[in-house]
């Protein structure tokens, strides 16, 4: 048995003080007085700890496959060093999201081809019978006129392969790129990187006429991954006519709203609504949507993900509660327990429980910046970092 002591346990409903987490056979056995029995003893140092961060979407995992354009890495290899990079900034869980895109518009990628898709989740499936430090799953993403890719969802949805999909819709003129001024900037900035040559006025063109997944693809999609239980995400809400529409085909989230109105009409229709960590950290949305912050204070933000940068989840944590006095703990609960809830697996992640998984962070503030000193998965020591001064 080990035992966790000197720690400020940040627990679902607060901060538990003179507490010590007892862990065996790799879960929470106890939140006890002291460390009675315990073989191995780790002083927290009066530092927080808090349950591993579930991080529901990322990309990260894309730029350590392909650094460059012209520059791909093995498979295998770029999970090992991305999960690394993750463990030290308190992931361990990953939903890894890798798109089914149709067009070239934001620039061709060997990663968003049905080949590099299947094989990524094939690796995902398989690393846990191998050394490893993490949890990982696969977020698959879907752009709504791929219509190729409801064949392909079905049979990853069935295999085994998929712990969430989402449904994407990037014509302009709506969702993130409801200005078009917006649209044609990131047109623009990924042009060097291989996007197709041409003119806003054809690319207008070919979204007016080009054919989507219908609602019974999207209802049957969904209604297998529920069977399966996997969560499904809509991505870029930015009315209420859109929210209405993925109530009536089973989506469970609401991943980055648009408006602020449309976050709370999510809230209300019973949606879990996602917003990205690095909004926080920048003040506003890099396509100038919602404040993501706006959105926590205004009780609409349920679930705090990396998005494009995963050391955002750990300093949004504390920003919200040093500039706004948003409670640590209602803070933490949005990078732990809200996405376990929604991924569906809080019965085993998610918070410092009895039972629940011994996947625990030590966090300390040095400098004025929170940093993970250590680390477990699954009751084992997978980090331990010094600082020198």
Same mark, same amino acid.
């Given at each position: 048995?080990?035992?966790?002591?000197?720690?400020?346990?940040?627990?679902?409903?607060?901060?538990?003080?003179?507490? !010590?987490?007892?862990?065996?056979? #790799?879960?929470?056995?106890?939140?006890?007085?002291?460390?009675?029995?315990?073989?191995?003893?780790?002083?927290?140092?009066?530092?927080?700890? !808090?349950?591993?961060?579930?991080?529901?979407?990322?990309?990260?995992?894309?730029?350590?496959?392909?650094?460059?354009?012209? &520059?791909?890495?093995?498979?295998?290899?770029?999970?090992?060093?991305?999960? @690394?990079?993750?463990?030290?900034?308190? *992931?361990?869980?990953?939903?890894?999201?890798?798109?089914?895109?149709?067009?070239? +518009?934001?620039?061709?990628?060997?990663?968003?081809? =049905?080949?590099?898709?299947?094989?990524?989740?094939?690796?995902?499936?398989?690393?846990? &019978?191998?050394?490893?430090?993490?949890?990982?799953?696969?977020?698959?993403?879907?752009? *709504?006129?791929?219509?190729?890719? +409801?064949?392909?969802?079905?049979?990853?949805?069935?295999?085994?392969?998929?712990?969430?999909?989402?449904?994407?819709?990037?014509?302009?003129?709506?969702?993130?790129?409801?200005?078009?001024?917006?649209?044609?900037?990131?047109? &623009? #900035?990924?042009?060097?990187?291989? /996007?197709?040559?041409?003119?806003?006025?054809?690319?207008?063109?070919?979204?007016? !006429?080009?054919?989507?997944?219908?609602? @019974?693809?999207?209802?049957?999609?969904?209604?297998?991954? %529920?069977?399966?239980?996997?969560?499904?995400?809509? %991505?870029?809400?930015?009315?209420?006519? =859109?929210?209405?529409?993925?109530?009536?085909?089973?989506?469970?989230?609401?991943?980055?709203?648009?408006?602020?109105?449309?976050?709370?009409?999510? @809230?209300?229709?019973?949606?879990?609504?996602?917003?990205? /960590?690095?909004?926080?950290?920048?003040?506003?949305?890099?396509?100038?949507?919602? &404040?993501?912050?706006?959105?926590?204070?205004?009780?609409?933000?349920?679930?705090?993900?990396?998005?494009?940068?995963?050391?955002?989840?750990?300093?949004?944590? +504390?920003?919200?509660?040093?500039?706004?006095?948003?409670?640590?703990?209602?803070?933490?609960?949005?990078?732990?327990?809200?996405?376990?809830?929604?991924? $569906?697996?809080?019965?085993?992640?998610?918070?410092?429980?009895?039972? $629940?998984? /011994?996947?625990?962070?030590?966090?300390?503030?040095?400098?004025?910046?929170?940093?993970?000193? %250590?680390?477990?998965?699954?009751?084992?020591?997978?980090?331990?970092?010094?600082?020198?001064?």
């Amino acid at each position: 048995m080990k035992a966790i002591v000197n720690g400020r346990i940040v627990a679902p409903g607060g901060i538990l003080e003179n507490k !010590t987490v007892l862990i065996q056979d #790799g879960r929470i056995l106890d939140l006890a007085c002291g460390p009675e029995g315990a073989e191995q003893i780790i002083d927290a140092g009066g530092r927080y700890i !808090t349950p591993g961060f579930i991080d529901v979407h990322s990309d990260k995992i894309e730029q350590f496959i392909q650094p460059r354009p012209t &520059s791909q890495m093995d498979f295998e290899l770029a999970l090992k060093e991305c999960e @690394r990079e993750l463990l030290n900034i308190g *992931i361990t869980t990953i939903y890894h999201s890798l798109s089914l895109m149709k067009d070239d +518009f934001f620039g061709m990628s060997p990663l968003r081809t =049905k080949a590099s898709v299947r094989k990524f989740s094939d690796l995902v499936e398989s690393i846990h &019978s191998r050394n490893h430090l993490i949890h990982h799953r696969f977020h698959l993403r879907i752009e *709504i006129d791929n219509l190729e890719a +409801f064949d392909i969802a079905r049979d990853m949805i069935e295999g085994k392969r998929v712990h969430e999909i989402s449904f994407m819709d990037h014509t302009p003129g709506q969702g993130q790129y409801r200005s078009l001024e917006v649209y044609e900037r990131s047109i &623009s #900035g990924y042009r060097a990187k291989g /996007a197709v040559s041409m003119e806003m006025e054809e690319i207008l063109r070919y979204h007016e !006429t080009k054919e989507t997944l219908s609602f @019974r693809h999207l209802r049957e999609l969904t209604e297998l991954a %529920h069977a399966n239980g996997i969560a499904v995400a809509s %991505h870029d809400d930015d009315t209420e006519e =859109k929210l209405a529409v993925n109530r009536a085909v089973g989506v469970d989230i609401s991943e980055f709203p648009i408006l602020l109105e449309t976050a709370r009409a999510a @809230r209300r229709e019973g949606f879990f609504t996602v917003v990205g /960590a690095p909004n926080i950290l920048m003040g506003s949305s890099h396509s100038g949507n919602m &404040s993501a912050a706006e959105a926590i204070l205004d009780g609409c933000g349920d679930i705090l993900c990396s998005d494009y940068y995963p050391p955002a989840i750990l300093h949004a944590i +504390f920003l919200m509660n040093r500039k706004y006095g948003v409670p640590l703990w209602e803070m933490v609960r949005r990078a732990t327990l809200a996405p376990a809830e929604a991924m $569906k697996i809080d019965g085993e992640y998610g918070s410092v429980e009895p039972g $629940k998984r /011994a996947d625990l962070l030590i966090v300390d503030v040095l400098d004025g910046y929170p940093v993970i000193t %250590h680390a477990l998965v699954d009751g084992k020591p997978v980090l331990r970092v010094e600082y020198r001064r």
